[in-house]
């Protein structure tokens, strides 16, 4: 295995860009990769439960060797309405729901000492004035799989498992997932790093206990909120040879909502640019 020599002035660099942000972020569906270095910059407007919403993104990986990264993945949100319309009485109300500021933040790390498989240790912190909801502290453990089944097209599969912290007497059951990626290259310079690239990934997840209040007597603290679902994500981007690295410049879908039998859903339609550290 080939570990790079440590670029000092690139870990500084990365360090001093994601310590004014790392108290906020909002969870992205990404497809299973091997540890690498980049910082991205997005913006993202997102559809969900009726409420339209808009986002900075901003995240960021340092691998100092091809076995082990440490990554943060954040969002500042700038405005959040919501939209009701009663079709038969006719009143249409949208409401400014005054949600911006910190969301949420996801910060973890990455450990593959193998060439084709890993784990990924994460940690949810609780947004602030950026969002209602997630508003509890979540640890996740994420074993996960690569297989290269060409020089252009790679194959991932991972398991995911959360544990949430209890707060003000409340515990949040805990969640399992399973997710699959599939990230194809074309038209691709192995040399330059350039050429048009798309990501695929599909998750499923659902909560494995009901989540309790502890503040009711043990017979009544069961929430009855089980619930299950499917979160899909495509992105399409082109890469660029930069200064012996590379920019991608990309736009994504995702159903950051869906049901097997039935029709409720959610939508995050994105742009964003990352710059590679080769």
Known sequence: MRLPVLNWKRLGF????????????????????APESFVLLGGIAELRDDVYS??????????PCNCFSVYGDFAY?????????????????????????????YLGIKLMPFSFAGVDVNWRLPPREGSRVNRFYRIGVTPYGLYDVSRNMTLGA????????????????????????????ILWDPDDYSGWKLDYVLLYRWRIQESRNLNLNKPYQKMDDLERGFRIRVDAAHYFSVFRNSL????????NRGHLFGMETGHTLGLYAKFLFL
């Open 158 to 185: 991972a398991v995911e498992y959360f544990t949430f912290l209890e707060e003000r007497n409340f515990q949040p059951g805990d969640e399992l997932g399973v997710k699959g990626s599939f990230s194809w290259k």
């Open 77 to 105: 949100r700038l405005v959040s309405y919501e939209w009701n319309t009663k079709a038969h009485d006719q009143i249409h109300e949208r409401v400014n729901l005054q949600v911006n500021g910190l969301n949420e933040s």
């Open 248 to 255: 991608g410049v990309a736009l994504f879908y995702e159903m």
């Open 54 to 63: 808009g986002d900075i993104n901003v995240a960021g990986e340092f691998a």
């Open 14 to 33: 990365l360090l001093f860009a994601l310590l004014p942000l790392s108290l906020f972020a909002r969870e992205t569906v990404s497809p299973v990769r």
